[in-house]
């Protein structure tokens, strides 16, 4: 009754996104430390150090735990919401209805502390969510072993077994899907789920597909009506809106290849950790996109616009404030969290401080963050917080780790071999195929790379280098009092209603751009990146393109490269939005080992590809803007 008044609070202060809480932070500690009899201490999975699987390789080598995830989502997501370590409360630390957790409020005297507690655009970003994610996992193991005590006594040990050792999957967006496969797994598209439980097979509603919030309180329209939680929502909000999923699953296949180039970049050419964590570092000589701007695109993809009319709300994983309740939330950041994990073992570098763009729940905008500031609410005991520092060591800590860390040495020269036979230019290694066993040598392509196109000689200079031409775009990430996308073409697209285009026959790819409403006092500009590498073999395949010199990709760029902005309310002239720019250069890398990091060379802009059309780069910004916008 208590938390219920104070949740009421919190929903009226929640219709702006600056609230402040605290003047009540006092008042609620109290609440949940008197209704819980405690406080939550994050200490992730107990017992020995684990691997989290690829959600495609858990299902399909480690049956019981399959089950035991699958159950234990389920039995999570009904948990009483009031329950602190309930699915809901836990997704509520991310944003909305913006209260606080475990009794963690506002530092003393914040004077524009608001929103939720995660931490964006700020080298913050991959230690806040390591910590979230580590807590998240304690808690759904807790439960994975409760479900398993209820096996039949015949099958019960082996239940246990395999929850003891129980860790989260990831879903790997950016590596190529198993042959015959699309890029999203079914496991997470389909309404319905089969899976042993303890008392045999059983069918039921897939707790990876939405999860049904048990209460809106707080919750601010639409999500207060869109629930359970939808991606491509088919309907308005008042009416009973459901899910698209073949717009999920075209969304995934169509950006996957664009996403695996992305991930390459970042571990190869990212060497220093403020440009590597997050979208708003500024500029660097190797660095334009960022982990936190390639995991934004995903968000963006995955929640998606709405189908009716292709504007106004999307899905609710392309919301910051609300991105966490849709359970593809945490697959995509087990992920985030592994590609860092790889990241930090490949580079030396750690930890970074930086001004926040915007405060958060518990931080001011005006106080330098470092690699030591608390990384709030989550608690290392009862009187410290985790930080970017104490986190670093993520296996030793919180007690898991990721396959390509135990199927190998684990060590720099065997992350930067997966990292090349995963993602780099010619991979042959499926998502989720790290095992020694059903991966194949680097080096030695298997069966998917000799049935793909033969396009590896054409993209190959005479010295031995893989050409890359990319873009670069700037994106005022909250000018437009939401979530929005760049949307890019190789022509005009068919249609201008934007619910049509990532069926259009010209679409190449999305830059995601998830935000909040409010927030346009927020001049943050952010850098990502997407790649034409697909784009431009397949105009070779299709005969529009000689060759891929420069020479040639230039006009055809010029006379084919579009790109669309899709805003929260209707399409947006991009000559009209202060800031945006977008660029394209050309590269290249060259391996001269697999277990080696490639050689990168410069990169060279293509000023006709883009010159002239609106939000363009042209030759006067690119002379004026090559260092500060284009991270040369
Ligand atoms: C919250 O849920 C946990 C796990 O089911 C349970 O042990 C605990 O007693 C619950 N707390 C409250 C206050 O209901
Ligand atoms: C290979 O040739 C290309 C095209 O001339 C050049 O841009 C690149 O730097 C060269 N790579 C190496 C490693 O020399």
């Known amino acids: 009754m208590k938390v219920g008044g104070f949740i009421g609070l919190a929903s009226l202060l929640g219709h702006s996104v600056v609230a402040h ?19 939550v201490i994050t200490t992730g999975a107990p017992g020995n150090v684990s691997p989290r699987y690829e959600i495609r390789q858990l299902q399909a080598q480690h049956s019981q735990q399959w089950s035991l995830f699958i159950l234990a989502m389920q039995k999570w997501q ?48 991959p230690g806040w969510h390591r910590a979230y994610l580590a807590l998240y996992e304690q808690q759904f ?58 008392g045999g097979q059983t069918t039921i509603s897939n707790p990876l597909y939405s999860f049904k919030l048990l209460t809106e309180i707080g919750i601010q329209y639409p999500w207060s009506s869109y629930n359970p939680t939808l991606r491509y929502p088919n309907n308005e909000p008042t009416n009973n809106a459901q899910s698209s999923e073949t717009y999920v699953i075209q969304a995934f296949n169509k950006n996957q290849k664009s996403l695996q180039s992305q991930v390459y970049n970042l571990l190869t050419q990212c060497n220093d950790f403020q440009h590597f964590s997050n979208d708003n570092a500024g500029n660097s000589r190797s660095c334009s996109n960022s982990l936190e ?119 720099a020269a065997a992350i930067k071999s997966y990292a090349n036979k995963l993602y780099g230019p010619s991979a042959s290694a499926t ?29 190959t200079y005479s010295n031995g280098s893989t050409v890359e031409y990319v873009a670069n775009l700037h994106l005022p990430r909250y000018q437009l009092d939401g979530s929005w ?100 250069f050309s590269t290249s890398s060259f391996l001269q080992a697999t277990d080696q990091l490639p050689q990168w060379s410069q990169y060279l802009p293509l000023i006709e590809a883009t010159q002239g059309k609106p939000g363009g780069a042209d030759l006067l910004s690119t002379i004026f803007n090559l260092e500060k916008l284009f991270s040369l």
């Open 485 to 584: 996308s760049v949307v890019l073409f190789k022509g005009t697209p068919v249609s201008e209603n934007p619910a049509q285009w990532i069926f259009d026959p010209n679409y190449i790819s999305t830059v995601g751009v998830p935000a909040m409403a409010g927030m346009k006092k927020n001049k943050a500009l952010v850098s990502s990146s997407i790649s034409f590498t697909k784009t431009l073999t397949d105009a070779f395949h299709d005969g529009k393109l000689a060759n891929m010199h420069v020479n040639n990709v230039a006009p055809y760029l010029r006379d084919n490269l579009h790109w669309r902005i899709h805003g929260p309310n209707g399409n947006v002239d991009p000559a009209s939005l202060k800031g945006f720019q977008i660029g394209v």
């Open 431 to 459: 998502a989720g195929s790290s095992k020694r066993t059903t991966a194949p040598n680097p080096g030695s392509p298997n069966a998917a790379t000799a049935s793909a196109p033969a396009s590896s000689g054409l993209l």
């Open 78 to 125: 009904a948990m009483d919401s009031n329950n602190l370590t309930s699915y809901y409360q836990l997704a509520t630390i991310h944003g909305q209805p913006y209260q606080s957790w475990n009794g963690v409020g506002a530092d003393a005297g914040c004077q524009d502390c608001g929103g939720g507690y995660c931490p964006h655009d700020i080298a913050l970003f």
């Open 293 to 411: 701007g390639i995991h934004n695109t995903v968000h963006s993809i995955s929640g998606g616009y709405n189908v009716y009319d292709g504007n106004q709300y999307g899905g609710h994983m392309a919301w910051i404030n609300v991105a966490s309740f849709d359970p593809l939330f945490w697959l995509h950041h087990m992920n985030v969290d592994r590609i860092f994990s790889m990241w930090q073992t490949i580079h030396a570098s750690y930890g970074a401080s930086q001004y926040p763009q915007e405060s958060t729940w518990t931080y001011s905008s005006k106080t330098l963050q470092t690699a030591d500031s608390p990384l709030k609410p989550f608690r290392k005991d009862a009187n410290t917080f985790w930080t970017t520092n104490t986190v670093k060591n993520w296996a030793s800590t919180f007690k898991y780790t990721y396959p390509e860390f135990v199927d190998s040495k684990g060590d």
């Open 21 to 39: 809480p605290s003047a009540h932070s006092a008042d609620h500690h109290h609440l949940q430390t008197r209704q819980n009899g405690g406080v």
């Open 141 to 198: 193991v807790a439960i994975a072993q409760q479900i398993a005590a209820t096996y039949p006594s015949n099958i019960r040990q082996s239940y246990i077994d395999a929850a003891a050792s129980i860790r989260f999957p990831y879903f790997d967006w950016a590596a190529i899907p198993p042959s015959g496969q699309d890029a999203i797994p079914t496991s997470i598209t389909s309404p319905q789920i089969t899976v042993t439980g303890p």
